[in-house]
């Protein structure tokens, strides 16, 4: 029976079944890929067991190694919640290693808290930024290692993938339209909701990455009348999503911390004033300098900006309105205990 597995042989292994790669999982993992495959082997002689089937063209799991796989997780995870209990280092890497950040674009709240971020950080605390479009994309990401931090809404997410997350709520994003300057509406500073009936907006249909922002768009949508786009393919990288919008004479739901469109203008919707919730997100047990710089620099950022205020009568999907509300009864009944 093997004894004291350490750790890095399972995260090791963890990170070669999730790639199926030996050279992406040592990128991953920041180490040689000679070290990788030797601790790969000697995981192997401890178990007494095959966990891969390696070929010049693809690695896949034994039968063995995918009845490790749910077992290896466990440990890994309980290590890292035991490392973030009692305050150590980042588990299993070393505060060392650069922090990936996943900000989603260019322009928004997790661009803006970077910024802010870096500022506070040491000199030697490298973040690097990542641009996934939508949080339920880049959980998988921060599942599996790849990225660290996300930010996006989390009410859309699948409750077993977020059981696997932390997360803190820094914001409510007000939402908008971006429309054509030649459209109707654009000469309008605000644009009421009732006003978008009949309208098609593109809200993101048919991307994967992004499912959690078209849930919230239906849910907004419902029995007002708009209509949401059909279905296209993910839309990658800045331009490409303008020449596309362009192209099709799109109005699109969005943020107003949005992307400069040439010839569109971005309105913010009213009539109630609807809100997108956003969270900085990380992997459960994360211990970092870089993590905890991001969380300071958005409670500033929130604290000047107003950035969870709400406006009376606001808009928010379910679950969060759902929440809201339980936590303003809350606040009501101890007030009135007091």
Do not use: C
């Not at 007000?174 to 654009?186: G, I, K, S, Y």
Request: hydrophobic residues 50%.
């Amino acid at each position: 029976m093997p004894k004291d597995i350490e750790p890095r042989l399972l995260r090791a292994f963890t990170a070669v079944a999730d790639e199926l790669h030996f050279t992406r999982a040592a990128t991953r993992l920041y180490v040689a890929q000679q070290a990788l495959s030797r601790d790969i082997r000697r995981l192997e002689r401890e178990l007494g067991a095959e966990l891969f089937v390696r070929t010049t063209r693809q690695v896949t799991l034994t039968a063995e190694g995918q009845r490790l796989l749910p077992y290896a997780r466990r440990v890994l995870e309980a290590q890292e919640e035991l490392s973030a209990a009692f305050g150590g280092g980042r588990a299993g890497t070393g505060a060392g290693r650069p922090l990936v950040v996943d900000v989603s674009a260019p322009v928004s709240t997790g661009s803006a808290v970077l910024a802010e971020a870096r500022g506070r950080v040491a000199p030697d605390v490298e973040l690097v930024a990542h641009f996934h479009s939508g949080l339920t994309g880049a959980a998988a990401e921060l599942l599996a290692g790849r990225v660290d931090v996300s930010f996006g809404r989390v009410g859309g997410l699948d409750p077993a993938v977020l059981a696997r997350l932390e997360h803190q709520l820094i914001r409510y994003e007000r939402m908008a339209v971006v429309l054509r300057e030649d459209h109707p509406l654009a000469q309008l500073h605000e644009v009421p909701l009732e006003a978008l009936a009949g309208e098609t907006l593109y809200a993101a249909a048919g991307n994967a990455a992004t499912a959690e922002w078209t849930d919230l768009a239906a849910q907004l949508f419902a029995g007002r009348g708009i209509v949401m786009a059909e279905p296209f393919p993910q839309i990658e990288g800045v331009e490409e999503f303008t020449r596309v919008v362009a192209k099709r004479r799109w109005s699109v739901l969005a943020s107003s911390v949005f992307i400069a469109m040439p010839g569109a203008v971005l309105r913010p919707l009213t009539a109630p004033v609807p809100l997108s919730p956003v969270s900085l997100v990380w992997r459960r047990g994360l211990r970092h300098p870089g993590l905890d710089a991001l969380r300071e620099a958005a409670a500033a950022l929130g604290a000047a900006g107003g950035w969870l205020a709400t406006p009376p009568g606001a808009w928010l999907p379910s679950p969060e309105a759902e929440e809201v509300a339980e936590a303003a009864e809350a606040g009501k009944a101890a007030q009135a205990a007091r």
